[in-house]
């Protein structure tokens, strides 16, 4: 054992701890108790002076090494990364930048409208009324209601949403995210694309800026605001997980528009609210979603909704151009089966393209000379190989316009000229 020298300062620090001790001693001796209090202050001391003595030396020491990791690992812990546990600029991001920009300009829509139902008409024959008596099934209105949502593109109180949230509503109620609720009117409706606006008489509202729905890609951020289920302003995120979804994607039987799919939460109640990109502009209005799904909603794209919702505020209606065509995809099992008919002059030698199998009496169509089993293959010199891309492409043309189109005929190229009509009410 290694003899060390002390000073006199050392030694008279060394007697009075051999004092304190003896004291201690005598004094337990005769109380018959150990005054563990004071006993543990000294003891930690000199413990504490230890350990900072040979704290170069644990290595010669695993188990005091790992007691100190130990202890160095819990004060760590409370403060990871030496991050204050407030919040901080790093909590933020553009999603709370999107939401802070575009939610005073988005709303919540109330609709009521009654419902009457009906007595059947054998009810009302006097037989059967003395047969019942009192009984007889009397008329009943009930009240229905629903909740949508919407935004706002003009700070006058005009307000995009979706058709089936206001359609046949006897009352609309809008609120804002600031408590103000007002009563709304419908200036149009248009059951085609599903887009309707709603007038306030309200001024200086807050507006949301729209994005170019054509420069939208697979992929980019997609956040959705609205109120699913009567919950006000949920924000769900996801991406845009597809474009230029027909209508048979999403079984509409009529609806011209080509969708934009996201897999950002969308639930009854999003309706008519908006689609936006990472920089808070509105790249579609949230319509519809396949039942039984998850992640897999639909948004009508924005510049679509902006045109069919000029029209509803200037001329109180939409007219869709129309054609008088029924047309199918051409395949080589469709090829192969129109030449094979009996008795048929026509013989397909196309490739590619939308095969008219219909050309309606009377319509545009029609009045262009176009026939049954001439395959349309460029509309205004882009190609086109889905009737959905036909019906696109005659819709953003409009009624009236001058289309060209190129066609096979038995063989030979043909270019004819078509002017859509409006679409009728009711079309065979």
Not at 20 to 43: C, M, N, V
Not at 68 to 73: F, G, K, M, N, R
Not at 420 to 428: I, K, L, Q, W
């Amino acid at each position: 054992m290694k003899k060390i020298r002390l000073n006199n300062k050392q030694n008279y620090i060394w007697l009075k701890i051999d004092a304190f001790f003896r004291k201690s001693t005598i004094l337990d001796q005769l109380s018959g108790t150990k005054p563990a209090t004071y006993l543990l202050l000294p003891l930690i001391g000199v413990g504490m002076a230890f350990l900072s003595s040979c704290s170069t030396d644990l290595s010669r020491n695993p188990q005091a090494s790992r007691e100190t990791d130990t202890a160095q690992a819990i004060q760590e812990s409370a403060t990871p990364n030496n991050r204050p546990l407030v919040p901080t600029p790093e909590d933020t991001n553009f999603v709370v930048a999107v939401v802070d920009k575009v939610e005073p300009a988005v709303v919540q829509i109330n609709t009521a409208r009654t419902v009457r139902r009906e007595v059947p008409e054998i009810f009302n024959d006097p037989f059967y009324q003395r047969f019942f008596g009192q009984q007889v099934p009397q008329a009943q209105e009930r009240v229905v209601r629903g909740v949508g949502s919407g935004f706002v593109i003009n700070s006058n109180g005009q307000i995009l949403t979706n058709a089936h949230v206001v359609n046949n509503a006897d009352t609309v109620t809008v609120s804002f995210s600031d408590g103000r609720t007002v009563q709304g009117k419908v200036l149009g409706q248009d059951t085609v694309s599903d887009i309707a606006v709603v007038q306030v008489p309200t001024n200086n509202l807050p507006t949301v800026e729209l994005a170019k729905s054509g420069q939208v890609q697979p992929g980019q951020w997609a956040i959705a605001i609205g109120n699913p289920l009567g919950l006000e302003k949920t924000v769900t995120v996801g991406v845009v997980s597809a474009t230029d979804r027909s209508i048979s994607d999403i079984s509409s039987s009529d609806s011209r528009v080509a969708y934009i799919q996201t897999d950002a939460a969308i639930n009854p109640g999003n309706s008519g609210g908006p689609l936006l990109n990472a920089r808070g502009q509105v790249i579609g209005v949230n319509t519809a979603i396949i039942r039984g799904a998850q992640g897999i909603g639909f948004a009508i794209p924005i510049d679509t909704a902006q045109r069919i919702a000029q029209q509803l505020i200037t001329q109180g209606k939409v007219e869709h151009p129309y054609l008088g065509i029924q047309m199918i995809p051409l395949t080589p099992e469709v090829k192969q089966r129109i030449n094979n008919l009996p008795n048929s002059n026509i013989r397909l030698q196309a490739e590619r393209g939308i095969l008219i199998a219909r050309v309606l009496r009377g319509s545009p169509a029609d009045r262009a000379g176009l026939l049954a089993g001439d395959v349309i293959q460029e509309i205004n010199n882009q190609p086109v190989t889905t009737a959905n891309a036909v019906q696109q492409l005659i819709e953003q043309s409009g009624v009236g316009a001058n289309v060209q189109m190129q066609l096979q005929r038995n063989g030979k190229t043909v270019q004819l000229t078509v002017q859509p009509g409006p679409r009728p009410a009711t079309t065979e």
